[in-house]
């Protein structure tokens, strides 16, 4: 399986960057007002949201040629956490669409969001 490229400097990400945690639960809403919960999902899912402004024309290449490789939301690949270095073997990027900006000669960003997949 494929991992999430890094950037020269050996990141993953570049500051600032967003992780969030969230549970996927159902509410079921009665006639009477009350209301029955449960979790669709029995564990959290995580979701990092990757903001790269400092890029070069090597490292948009890598992460361009990554996100075609992946066909945008369709493949899987392992992604190490910034924040802990935890590795999610089972992961997947949001959108199928690349979006890049050449800010210079030798700068570029883009933005990529990544989600953990869970059955």
Known sequence: MSSFPR??????????ATRTVGYATEVFRFLDGAEQRYRA???ETRRW???????DETELAALEEFFESMEGAFGR?????PWDGK???DCSL???EFEA?????TRAKTSLVVR???S
């Open 49 to 55: 949201v990757i903001r790269l402004e400092l890029l």
């Open 101 to 105: 900006e050449m800010l210079g000669e």
């Open 77 to 81: 690949f392992a992604f190490e956490d």
């Open 7 to 16: 950037l020269k400097t050996g990141a993953v990400v570049q500051y600032p």
């Open 41 to 43: 999902r029995g564990s």
């Open 87 to 89: 590795q999610y073997p």
């Open 94 to 96: 949001e959108g199928d």
């Open 116 to 118: 953990e997949n869970r």
